[in-house]
């Protein structure tokens, strides 16, 4: 199963225990299903762990560069999309949705209201909460 996990999924899951940390463990720990990332998604995560100050309180920048580090050995960065086609309220999230259907993956995993409550919903959006059910993830 491909899947595209967005930015709050991820950041999320470096600074808390949830469902994203759950969704994020799997595939670190067992390669239960194959991440799609490009530069831009990376670039995102990167620089709300990296340089948002009030996430100090959270995670310190050393682990936030470590789990960085790990993410970035792990994935097969693709190419970003260019120019993408406005589909969503949010035209920052356009980005995904096409990095999604060029790279025909099974599901976008996030917890963008936006993204969530997409009409089109092609492909599927599903929060972490639900893609940990789905991956029979224990709470």
């Not at 990376?42 to 959270?58: A, G, S, Y």
């Not at 970035?72 to 190419?79: G, H």
């Not at 993408?84 to 995904?96: A, E, H, N, Q």
């Not at 089109?120 to 224990?138: D, G, H, K, Y």
Request: proline share 6%; glycine share 2%; aromatic share 6%.
């Amino acid at each position: 199963m491909k899947v595209i996990i967005d930015a709050n999924v991820f950041i999320s899951a470096a600074i808390q225990v949830g469902p994203s940390h759950r969704v994020v463990r799997e595939w670190l720990d067992n390669g239960s299903f194959e991440i799609v990332m490009c530069k831009q998604l990376l670039d995102e995560i990167n620089d709300v762990l990296t340089l948002r100050d009030r996430l100090r309180k959270w995670i310190s920048i050393e682990h936030a560069h470590e789990f960085l580090e790990v993410i970035s050995t792990l994935i097969n960065l693709e190419s970003d999309p260019i120019d993408p086609p406005s589909m969503l309220r949010d035209r920052d999230d356009d980005f995904l949705v096409d990095l999604a259907r060029s790279h025909h993956v099974d599901f976008i995993v996030s917890g963008d209201k936006d993204l969530l409550e997409w009409v089109e919903q092609r492909p599927p959006v599903i929060s972490p909460s639900q893609f940990a059910t789905m991956l029979r993830l224990n709470p």
